[in-house]
């Protein structure tokens, strides 16, 4: 199956940045689209940008023109470079990934990493 173990994470001042690392391990060979989702202190999980295996980006209006999501599909590695960084954004950072399951017979599984924790102050 697959593992996803997040990196990068930490506290930065407002205005700062911080790049988001996800390598994925296992199975990769089945895995399709990739994503980071936040889930802020007591509130919903939330997505926030979303790439294909192709490459294209899909970005959560909150963070659009701010943070870059990327993959390397050679190294089964997602990225999440996070610019102009706010108090909002405060939260634990989820790697996701959608691919296959074969103990469960599934060809439209989520993973989901451990998460990494990003916290914006001054």
């Known amino acids: 199956q697959v593992q996803l173990v997040e990196s990068g994470g930490g506290l930065v001042q407002p205005g700062g940045s911080l790049r988001l690392s996800c390598a994925a391990s296992?199975?990769?060979?089945?895995?399709?689209?990739m994503g980071w989702y936040r889930q802020p202190p007591g509130k919903q999980r939330e997505l926030v940008a979303r790439i294909t295996s192709g490459g294209s980006p899909n970005y959560a209006d909150s963070v659009k023109g701010r943070f870059t999501i990327s993959r390397d599909n050679a190294r089964n590695t997602v990225y999440l470079q996070m610019n102009g960084l706010k108090a909002e954004d405060t939260a634990v950072y989820y790697c996701q990934a959608q691919g296959i399951n074969s103990w469960l017979g599934s060809y439209d599984y989520q993973y989901w990493g451990q998460g990494t924790q990003v916290t914006v102050s001054s």
């Open positions: 296992g199975s990769t060979y089945g895995i399709s689209a």
